[in-house]
């Protein structure tokens, strides 16, 4: 790719060289000796492409790439294809595929993370259910015996009143509460 090449086609992206040198690090006068070059580096392209947030396909010769369906398409005008830019699209290509690959990998093992901690979960949850269901019926228990000693205590109450009422008759000019009526020593 010439660098008239690559001006035509900074041009087409409406951004102007000022802001893409800037975008580059780069003075504006660098990026206008470099589109006044017979020949442009791939690695700059890929610099370019990188700072534009835009396909490098777009900026190789004869082709640009559709974003939209993700096609490339080859300018009308001229029906060739250079073997160097065939050479550079197989390279990019198995970039991604390598990229995309790795990311299969990571994300198979975050599902397979997830399912693990998805187990545990669900494990954690039964024990909770588990422990709820034992709550319950410590609640329950609890309320149970609060009950029966608060009956027991009635009745306690109820049998010591009933023993005082009867110690207080027993009780006469004769002698002590100590001694039961009518039994023989």
Do not use: C
């Not at 690090?25 to 534009?52: T, V």
């Amino acid at each position: 790719m010439t660098g008239k090449d690559l001006k035509t086609k900074l041009e087409l992206t409406g951004i102007p060289f000022r802001k893409i040198a800037e975008l580059l690090g780069i003075s504006e006068q660098n990026l206008q000796n470099k589109m006044s070059s017979a020949d442009i580096k791939i690695s700059f392209l890929y610099k370019i492409s990188k700072a534009l947030n835009k396909s490098i396909y777009f900026f190789l010769e004869d082709k640009y790439f559709n974003e939209e369906n993700h096609e490339i398409v080859y300018d009308k005008q001229t029906n060739f294809q250079s073997p160097i830019i065939d050479s550079v699209y197989k390279v990019l290509y198995e970039e991604e595929r390598h990229k995309n690959e790795e990311l299969l990998i990571s994300i198979g093992g975050f599902k397979k993370e997830l399912e693990i901690k998805s187990k545990e979960v669900e494990t954690k949850i039964k024990e909770l259910k588990a422990m709820d269901f034992e709550t319950d019926e410590l609640v329950k228990r609890n309320q149970f015996l609060e009950q029966e000693l608060t009956e027991h205590k009635k009745f306690t109450e109820e049998t010591t009143l009933r023993s005082s009422k009867k110690s207080k008759k027993g009780t006469g000019a004769a002698g002590s509460a100590d001694v039961p009526l009518g039994k023989n020593r």
